[in-house]
């Protein structure tokens, strides 16, 4: 599906909101356009309506006095009420002229010697006349002023309108965006968590969080400005259309091709700046990337004097990055303003053209009060034709960021099951299993075992043996291509991943703790862990001697990764954290490899309580913590060359032998 597909079905969850705002900003928008009209009637009906013709009268409403006698207009006669000779009130440069009678038509005007000559082509009328003092002007004006207050009350009763409704929609319509983009997010991280680990072997752990946060902010700035933007320009330019068809149809036609210009603009535009947004989130990710690498390897960075190096790489990237926001800068610079600029001034051009030659025909004379309400119309059209201009550059990166977003959310997930199991046994069995990370290059071959219930399983070799790729087929962090691996005679296959995590516990080499307090990290904020269980698991891995100088106990707080917390303190609370869970199958992948002397007594303590009555798996560096395990297995490049507890092996002398010799002969070397 097309990421603007997607977009819309994200925006369809608030739709009540999206709806409530457009419908909002079309109040708005129609009381803000209709400022023109009023402003034309002011004009027409009553500022020049002056012009119109006047008749004589009687004292009353309306009525005004000149020379002994009474005249009202002819537009406030009432339907039936008796009119008497005509006059006209005509505007000859800066005065104002009084006919004591009808004009025939209308033209150039002059006066001289109490003549008023009108003409108009090869037609010339003179009429006898009389020039009105500012007095008099006035009080012919006072009919009008009332009906002119109520026009301007309307006029600013209708930009309060206006406003009320502006403030709604932005209000609905950025409150709808804020929601779409929590859920975006929502989904984004609960996808993240449902990824099998390869996806992120590949893939850094800056590039991701770009995706979440960059980008996600991005799209919201498609709902927020452009979303908004959009609706409002578009709702803006069918008002004003809608007025200048009813001023006049001729040039509201011509105005017409705007629209298919701004569709070919946008197409142009979007041909270029597709390519240049593309690289510029990209480089965005690789920014982050880069940033997040630095951080975490800032102590290897400066032991290595490495600073030097690592600056000119990330000036690379941001240098690339820069480049290409130069382009789309350009591209903005050069397209933006311009073409809405161009646009107006053809439109003005016609526009001058246009009415320039219907003043030149007989009796087409255009009032001033349509003049102004086209201008007002053409000058408001561009305003939202320039907002979406505008606005091009921000759609262009939302949707590269969508696109960027919804391939994250594509990757193929885990789903998720709510499925519970009895508790297994613990019976695990390897058969003749073979695994590859990559396709033929088999990591693991043939490798076939059994550990019942309750044994403990050792796991030694070289680096690169394959000690951990079984740990994590176990874990189903990763599936074997060939053979099984089956819990109590079933395939783990046929489990899901979450009911069979269920039953296991693992602690890792370097045991990894999140942001929050101890318990939280011992618990991990599950409502089935106690607080009791809590500290009964870490007195029974002997935790209370380590941890007993900390002031708050359990509820001391730790940050990122236990930074302030000894290596020893941290695998004590990752142990405590398997045994809360209480699992009936435990890894224990190197644990007491970074650990000094003095503590590893205790931490051997805490692998003997946390391996009572559970089939436990070890992996160990250290041959002297795994002399009691019921079954050891030495790896040499995938395979199991060796099996046996510690005095069988020793006693064949093979590879097993020789490693402990050579870690015994180590040790007493450094005691010497």
Not at 245 to 258: H, K, R
Not at 316 to 344: C, I, P, Y
Not at 535 to 562: F, N, R, S, Y
Not at 589 to 602: L, Q
Request: glycine share 8%; hydrophobic share 40%.
């Amino acid at each position: 599906m097309k990421t603007g597909k997607r977009l819309v079905q994200y925006a369809l969850n608030f739709k009540g909101m999206i709806i409530a705002a457009l419908l909002m900003l079309s109040v708005s928008v129609g009381a803000e356009l209709m400022g023109p009209f009023i402003a034309k009637k002011l004009i027409d009906n009553h500022i020049i309506g002056i012009e119109s013709p006047w008749h004589e009268t009687t004292a009353g409403k309306e009525a005004v006095e000149y020379n002994g006698s009474y005249y009202k207009r002819e537009a406030y006669f009432e339907p039936g009420e008796e009119k008497g000779e005509a006059a006209r009130i005509l505007q000859v440069n800066r005065d104002f002229i009084f006919v004591p009678s009808s004009v025939e038509f209308d033209g150039k005007r002059s006066f001289e010697d109490g003549q008023l000559t009108i003409t108009n082509g090869d037609r010339s009328q003179s009429y006898p006349a009389t020039e009105l003092s500012t007095g008099q002007v006035m009080a012919f004006y006072q009919p009008e002023i009332p009906k002119i207050m109520v026009l301007i009350g309307a006029y600013f009763g209708l930009l309060v309108v206006a406003s009320f409704f502006q403030y709604g929609q932005r209000y609905y319509l950025q409150n709808a965006a804020n929601r779409i983009i929590q859920k975006m997010r929502n989904d984004v991280f609960q996808h993240i968590s449902r990824l099998p680990i390869q996806y992120f072997d590949n893939l850094p752990a800056g590039k991701v969080v770009s995706r979440i946060t960059n980008d996600t902010e991005a799209i919201r700035e498609l709902y927020v400005a452009v979303l908004a933007n959009f609706f409002t320009s578009i709702i803006y330019i069918i008002g004003v259309f809608i007025g200048l068809f009813i001023l006049n149809p001729t040039l509201a036609s011509w105005c017409l091709l705007l629209v298919p210009i701004l569709v070919i603009w946008m197409r142009l535009y979007r041909k270029f700046a597709s390519v240049y947004n593309h690289v510029i989130r990209s480089k965005v990710s690789e920014i982050n990337g880069k940033l997040n690498e630095s951080i975490h390897g800032m102590t290897i960075i400066q032991a290595f004097k490495r600073e030097k190096e690592t600056r000119d790489e990330f000036e690379a990237l941001n240098k690339e990055h820069f480049t290409f926001q130069n382009k789309m800068l350009n591209l903005d610079s050069l397209t933006g303003h311009n073409l809405t600029w161009v646009l107006r001034n053809l439109v003005f051009v016609g526009f001058i053209w246009h009415f320039g030659g219907q003043s030149l025909g007989v009796g087409s004379v255009v009032s001033l009060g349509v003049l102004y309400a086209f201008v007002d119309y053409i000058t408001r059209l561009f305003e939202p034709v320039n907002g979406i201009v505008n606005q091009l550059a921000n759609l262009e990166q939302a949707l590269v960021a969508g696109e960027r977003v919804f391939k994250l959310m594509d990757e193929e997930g885990i789903p998720v099951s709510d499925e519970d199991m009895p508790r297994v046994k613990g019976h695990v069995e390897f058969d003749h299993v073979s695994f590859a990370y990559k396709e033929e290059e088999y990591v693991l071959k043939d490798i076939d075992f059994e550990a019942k219930p309750g044994q403990t399983v050792a796991l030694v070799g070289h680096t690169g043996s394959g000690k951990s790729s079984i740990l994590n087929l176990l874990f189903r962090f990763y599936d074997c291509q060939k053979g099984a691996i089956k819990i109590d005679g079933v395939d783990v296959k046929d489990i899901p991943q979450q009911t069979l995590r269920k039953h296991m516990a693992i602690v890792l080499q370097d045991p990894f703790l999140f942001t929050g307090t101890v318990a939280s990290n011992i618990g991990m904020d599950d409502a089935k862990i106690s607080r009791e269980r809590m500290e009964q698991a870490l007195k029974a891995v002997g935790g209370e001697k380590i941890l007993k100088h900390l002031e708050k106990g359990l509820d001391e707080p730790v940050v990122e990764k236990g930074s302030t917390l000894s290596s020893g303190q941290r695998q004590l609370i990752s142990f405590a954290r398997a045994l809360a869970f209480d699992p009936a199958i435990l890894v224990l992948d190197e644990a007491t490899s970074n650990i000094d002397t003095e503590t590893e007594a205790m931490i051997q303590e805490a692998m003997d309580v946390l391996s009572k009555g559970r089939t436990t798996f070890i992996i160990a560096h250290r041959l002297s913590t795994i002399k009691n395990a019921d079954l050891i297995l030495v790896l040499d490049r995938g395979q199991v060359v060796e099996r046996g507890n510690h005095e069988e092996l020793m006693e064949h002398g093979g590879k097993y032998y020789q490693m402990y010799q050579l870690q015994k002969g180590q040790k007493n070397s450094m005691v010497v």
